[in-house]
């Protein structure tokens, strides 16, 4: 989920509504039954050169109970708030962009 983060050069900030799904191989490999769409709100604002992510996740995993394995509902929302400058594998300074889909 690539970002350009030109739009803050016209607008004081990028606002972010969408529903994420994560690969059910992804999920496997977490121990993770299913997931429905994961809800994402935020936004996105530049300070000088430093670009701020504010983002809450909301959503709902279904996970085997620890004694009889049985799938139980695990509603979790959650608020990440990063300086996008200090996660360098994301974000890209040269095109200014960001993929935010591995920070969420």
Do not use: H, R
């Amino acid at each position: 989920m690539e970002i350009d983060l030109n739009i803050l050069n016209t607008k004081p900030k990028i606002v972010i509504d969408t529903k994420v799904n994560f690969p059910e191989d992804d999920l496997k490999k977490a121990g993770i039954l299913s997931m429905d769409e994961v809800i994402v709100q935020g936004e996105i604002i530049q300070d000088l050169e430093e670009y701020f992510i504010k983002l809450n996740i909301q959503g709902k995993m279904i996970l085997p109970c620890n004694l009889t394995l049985e799938p139980v509902d695990y509603p979790f929302a959650l608020e990440v708030e990063e300086n996008l400058n200090e996660i360098d594998e994301n974000f890209k300074k040269n095109k200014k962009t960001i993929d935010i889909f591995p920070i969420i």
